[in-house]
């Protein structure tokens, strides 16, 4: 079955770090673009990570410097290392597959999510 | 504040027809595809319309998507109380070269 599976959520204080995982089955992660998109409680969608295929990495400007996308490819399993996390971090993070061509850019999969909230 | 902008809420009785607006500018719906999602109560979301009004497999044709210069609609017929969620819009911004969000259109069935 072709899914993705996040975990690594939790509480933490403001100023410290969290790993996120997302463990994908059906595909091959290196072989697509994977993203992390959040959403924070009652609000809407935000794209926040993406890292292509070739390796390259980009990031939403208001965790550029602070949050790190990676994968491994033995465990096909997509990463988020947050660092310096904030209140305003707190939010559900999905990982979703992505799909881009010339005139389009979209999610045709997702996890099911992980809460990271951020508090003291 | 989104850059693609769409109402916070819509309602229907059932049986009906519904549209959600989805408007933006020539850096994002104008020159890109739209795509929607849903999002059911407590859910991750789902992609439900891509490449503006292409339906992936498995989404019902009541579903349907259009595009209009720099605005889009979603459109659900035959209205079911399944179909209660929150509906995003999304496309590709050239000018901020990151993908965007619309702040969703939550659809309540009467």
């Known amino acids: 079955e072709v899914q993705l599976v996040e975990s690594g959520g939790g509480l933490v204080q403001p100023g410290g770090s969290l790993r996120l995982s997302c463990a994908a089955s059906?595909?091959?992660?290196?072989?697509?673009?994977m993203s992390w998109v959040r959403q924070a409680p009652g609000k809407g969608l935000e794209w926040v990570s993406v890292?292509?295929?070739?390796?390259?990495?980009y990031y939403a400007d208001s965790v550029k410097g602070r949050f790190t996308i990676s994968r491994d490819n033995s465990k096909n399993t997509l990463y988020l290392q947050m660092n310096s996390l904030r209140a305003e971090d707190t939010a559900v993070y999905y990982c979703?597959?992505?799909?881009?061509?010339?005139?389009?850019?979209?999610?045709?999969?997702w996890g099911r999510g992980t809460l990271v909230t951020v508090s003291s | 504040q989104s850059v693609l902008t769409q109402p916070p809420s819509v309602s229907e009785a059932p049986r009906q027809r519904v549209t959600i607006s989805c408007s933006g500018s020539?850096?994002?719906?104008?020159?890109?595809?739209v795509n929607w999602y849903q999002q059911l109560p407590g859910k991750a979301p789902k992609l439900l319309i891509y490449?503006?009004?292409l339906l992936p497999s498995g989404v019902s044709d009541r579903f349907s998507g259009s595009k209009s210069g720099t605005s889009a609609s979603l459109a659900i017929s035959g209205l079911q109380s399944e179909d209660e969620a929150d509906y995003y819009c999304?496309?590709?911004?050239?000018?901020?070269?990151?993908?965007?969000f619309g702040g969703g259109t939550k659809l309540t069935v009467l």
């Open positions: 979703a597959r992505v799909i881009v061509g010339q005139v389009y850019w979209y999610f045709d999969l």
């Open positions: 059906g595909f091959t992660v290196s072989s697509n673009y």
């Open positions: 890292i292509y295929s070739g390796g390259s990495t």
């Open positions: 020539s850096s994002n719906i104008g020159n890109n595809a």
């Open positions: 490449y503006d009004d």
């Open positions: 999304a496309a590709w911004d050239d000018s901020l070269n990151v993908p965007v």
